[in-house]
């Protein structure tokens, strides 16, 4: 039997850079590899305060504007006999969105579409990355997908 985990949660950062739309990704210290942020649930969490509170962990980025991606990420991961199922979120961030990041990661881009997939070294980071411009960037969002945040104000 394989067992399946379901408390991790990631998202996909969003933000107009000099004029044009970028996703953010980090080189991660444990790996050495490009990824969007991504982060456990905690204790007595639901996933949008996790993927809230990793942004912010990991990012410095105070989350306003989330969605749900409509997008589970799933990968099997040997090393443990898991197979992982994660919900992806995006937050659509200020123009030219500042970042500071935190030990887990050593730097940061702000790429395209074809950048991130170069950049990122897992099929599934690439199936992410194709859902997240093809519904986020391609096209207006749908107002349906918009998570509302506790604590923010509109």
């Not at 006999?81 to 030990?103: K, R, S």
């Not at 887990?104 to 881009?109: G, M, N, P, V």
Request: charged share 20%; net charge negative; hydrophobic share 45%.
């Amino acid at each position: 039997m394989i067992p399946v985990n379901t408390s991790v949660v990631s998202g996909v950062a969003l933000s107009r850079i000099d004029g044009e739309t970028k996703m953010l990704l980090m080189k991660r210290v444990k790996g050495g590899f490009w990824c969007h942020v991504a982060g456990s649930i905690e204790a007595g969490e639901t996933g949008v305060d996790a993927i809230v509170r990793e942004f912010s962990e990991e990012t410095q980025i105070a989350v306003a504007d989330l969605y749900n991606a409509q997008f589970l990420e799933q990968f099997y991961e040997a090393s443990v006999n898991v197979i992982e199922l994660i919900p992806v979120f995006v937050v659509m961030c200020d123009d030219n969105q500042a970042i500071t990041l935190n030990e887990e990661h050593t730097e940061f881009r702000w790429c395209s579409l074809d950048q991130a997939k170069a950049l990122a070294p897992y099929p599934n980071q690439h199936a992410v990355y194709d859902h997240v411009w093809a519904y986020f960037v391609d096209q207006p969002v749908n107002p349906l997908y918009r998570v509302n945040l506790p604590n923010h104000q509109e």
